[in-house]
């Protein structure tokens, strides 16, 4: 395992990778899960090296104390990594490593998939990830970027940021790993307690049930069913629900042949903000 905690390390180390040597990136912001490990699995079984980058960026975060309470575990998260492969490279940044001439954000033409869900309630949200992600491609130059669909509108984002900025990366786009109990893993998780852990995994039930009464019923009566389950939860308050367009992300009409449509919530667990989503066909 190699640790790179500077710009001038990670180019030292690319220069030491032989031309035809392909090479596969995984964005995290860290306190992995297995979540995170199956981007690194499916990276390492495609390219010849594999650089994690662990950075928690700044610039997405609308919410200072989101960004002050995200977990930092850096030597944890080496750990778990070397028990993947003792092959790997972990980019490891400080803030003002990455922003050297000012903490700024771009500003992405993004065709709307900025406008709804993750968009709507974090303000410039994907404008920073957008930001960030290009200056990691940019920095690792790798063939393969891998993202979980666990953040499906990111994923898209990116998709169309390295379109629109013609970088040469195809990006790939991975399943979702879930607790036993059904609930989404992410390092949110962590600030959950048991019971709320427990409780949570409501969440992916009620979008299972949702998918199965998407098969009969509109779209405005599934997003009804899934409102009220919720309005009778006592502990888990739903931000969002939103059926849309797999691709456009634009919210449904009515159900089109041909057209793959996805479900998405986010739902307050006392004051952690989870996010979650299912293909409904
Ligand atoms: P994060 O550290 O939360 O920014 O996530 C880094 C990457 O891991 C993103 O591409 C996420 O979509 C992905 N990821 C996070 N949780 C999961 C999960 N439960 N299943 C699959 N991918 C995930």
Known sequence: MILLRTKKELESFLSLTKNNDEIGLVPTMGALHEGH?????????????????????????????????YPKTLEADIELLTQISSELAIFSPTVEEIYADGVKTKSYQFDGLDKVMEGEFRDDHFNGVGTIVEMLLRLTKPTRAYFGEKDFQQLQIIKKMVKLQ???????????????NGLAMSSRNERLTKSMRNEASFIYKTLQTAKLKFGTKSAPKVIEWVQEKFDKHDSLKLEYIEITDVETLTPIQRKQKNVKYRAFVAVYADDVRLIDNIALN
């Open 37 to 69: 490990l199956s981007l690194v699995s499916k990276a390492l079984s495609h390219n010849q090296k594999v650089i994690v980058s662990i950075f928690v960026n700044p610039t997405q975060f609308n919410n200072q104390d989101d960004l002050i309470k």
């Open 166 to 180: 013609q970088l040469p990366v195809t990006i790939i786009g991975c399943p979702i790993v879930r607790e036993p």
